[in-house]
């Protein structure tokens, strides 16, 4: 409960709202990531109002039991005009919220018929999350050794298709307990040349590409790995070679990053060191609730590293072929450490 009244300090320390708005999603998908960070719970169809001196959920009737139980906070239920509730909760003042977990018809709902003054809080929110807690590099890390122990122990060649492989991917995340992070990407052949490509029915050639992670206790994992059979993709070999070595390289010169910008920076000069070409994405991403989280790591960012949680992923991407080596770091009291 500490850590939960400590990142709302966190959250008003400076802000130039007087309160924070977060709503949670539908029962299908639960409470938002920043609902969820902020009240402790994640119970679908509330409202979270915060304050600096406190704080109450708004729900429904059905999720009031629920919301009772794992809230940190005061709950109350929606009356009979559950606008007029939120007004009343939101008081006067500028009330922040974060624009990526919210609806353009929720917003303009909230405007129109509880009068809101909305305000974009989205930066204020993202840098509190992205400083995480010994709390949370634990569950960031158990949900790494999950990916880890998958990944070390795949066999992609008893599988036909690309699709296969995928589908595998997702029933072992649920042999262990595990959601999904994000839909598992497989790649073989000349499919790995498309970051994003869509797993398919490929056929599994000589080398596959596999980008893969679960989310455990609302925390997530991003791994990318690339196998080989036999003694045929040459070229795709030596060059997943220089990407682990360029990730290596770029966790020893961590201690020199201070922004977002540093390590893009750093990662441009390594891959230019090994002879790799430029980079068509960044060279990863901070994750914690979400696989893709602040600290952004842009050349233009000066987004803080401290206590952040990174994904690394020093990759090279050819006419025929890609190849990426993806593992996470923590900064931990000071320091940092792979997770």
Same mark, same amino acid.
Request: proline share 3%; net charge positive; aromatic share 10%.
């Given at each position: 409960?500490?850590?939960?009244?400590?990142?709302?300090?966190?959250?008003?320390?400076?802000?130039?709202?007087?309160?924070?708005?977060?709503?949670?999603?539908?029962?299908?998908?639960?409470?938002?990531?920043?609902?969820?960070?902020?009240?402790?719970?994640?119970?679908?169809?509330?409202?979270?109002?915060?304050?600096?001196?406190?704080?109450?959920?708004?729900?429904?009737?059905?999720?009031?039991?629920?919301?009772?139980?794992?809230?940190?906070?005061?709950?109350?239920?929606?009356?009979?005009?559950?606008?007029?509730?939120?007004?009343?909760?939101?008081?006067?003042?500028?009330?922040?919220?974060?624009?990526?977990?919210?609806?353009?018809?929720?917003?303009?709902?909230?405007?129109?018929?509880?009068?809101?003054?909305?305000?974009?809080?989205?930066?204020?929110?993202?840098?509190?999350?992205?400083?995480?807690?010994?709390?949370?590099?634990?569950?960031?890390?158990?949900?790494?050794?999950?990916?880890?122990?998958?990944?070390?122990?795949?066999?992609?060649?008893?599988?036909?298709?690309?699709?296969?492989?995928?589908?595998?991917?997702?029933?072992?995340?649920?042999?262990?307990?595990?959601?999904?992070?994000?839909?598992?990407?497989?790649?073989?052949?000349?499919?790995?040349?498309?970051?994003?490509?869509?797993?398919?029915?490929?056929?599994?050639?000589?080398?596959?590409?596999?980008?893969?992670?679960?989310?455990?206790?609302?925390?997530?994992?991003?791994?990318?790995?690339?196998?080989?059979? =036999?003694?045929?993709? %040459?070229? *795709?070999? /030596? +060059? #997943?070679?220089?990407?682990?070595?360029?990730?290596? &390289?770029?966790?020893? @010169?961590?201690?020199?990053?201070?922004?977002?910008?540093?390590?893009?920076?750093?990662?441009?000069?390594?891959?230019?060191?090994?002879?790799?070409?430029?980079?068509?994405?960044?060279?990863?991403?901070?994750?914690?609730?979400?696989?893709?989280?602040?600290?952004?790591?842009?050349?233009?960012?000066?987004?803080?590293?401290? =206590?952040?949680?990174? %994904?690394? *992923?020093? /990759? +090279? #991407?050819?006419?025929?072929?890609?190849?990426?080596? &993806?593992?996470?770091? @923590?900064?931990?009291?000071?320091?940092?450490?792979?997770?």
């Amino acid at each position: 409960m500490k850590e939960i009244f400590d990142r709302r300090q966190r959250l008003f320390s400076g802000a130039r709202f007087s309160t924070a708005l977060f709503c949670s999603g539908g029962s299908a998908n639960g409470g938002g990531a920043s609902f969820s960070y902020f009240s402790g719970c994640a119970v679908d169809g509330s409202y979270l109002v915060l304050k600096k001196s406190g704080g109450v959920l708004l729900t429904h009737g059905m999720n009031y039991a629920e919301a009772k139980e794992t809230c940190c906070y005061p709950v109350r239920k929606f009356g009979k005009e559950p606008a007029k509730d939120l007004k009343r909760a939101c008081g006067r003042g500028t009330v922040g919220f974060a624009p990526g977990e919210m609806s353009a018809a929720r917003y303009l709902a909230l405007r129109r018929m509880a009068k809101l003054a909305l305000a974009n809080a989205g930066e204020k929110i993202a840098e509190v999350r992205g400083r995480k807690s010994g709390s949370e590099v634990q569950k960031i890390s158990a949900a790494a050794r999950i990916t880890r122990k998958i990944l070390d122990g795949l066999q992609p060649w008893k599988f036909r298709t690309e699709t296969d492989l995928g589908a595998h991917l997702k029933i072992r995340a649920l042999e262990v307990g595990c959601d999904l992070a994000f839909e598992p990407i497989v790649a073989t052949g000349k499919n790995s040349a498309h970051p994003h490509h869509k797993t398919g029915n490929a056929k599994m050639g000589n080398f596959v590409l596999v980008d893969f992670g679960v989310k455990k206790d609302g925390y997530c994992s991003d791994f990318t790995r690339c196998y080989f059979r =036999g003694n045929g993709a %040459a070229r *795709e070999r /030596a +060059a #997943y070679g220089k990407c682990r070595k360029i990730y290596g &390289e770029i966790v020893r @010169a961590l201690p020199s990053c201070k922004t977002g910008r540093d390590i893009a920076l750093l990662g441009g000069k390594m891959l230019k060191k090994h002879g790799m070409p430029v980079l068509i994405h960044s060279i990863g991403h901070g994750i914690g609730m979400e696989v893709h989280e602040y600290p952004h790591l842009g050349f233009k960012s000066d987004e803080k590293l401290e =206590g952040a949680a990174l %994904a690394l *992923e020093p /990759a +090279a #991407y050819f006419a025929r072929f890609g190849v990426r080596y &993806e593992r996470m770091v @923590a900064h931990v009291n000071g320091k940092w450490r792979e997770i």
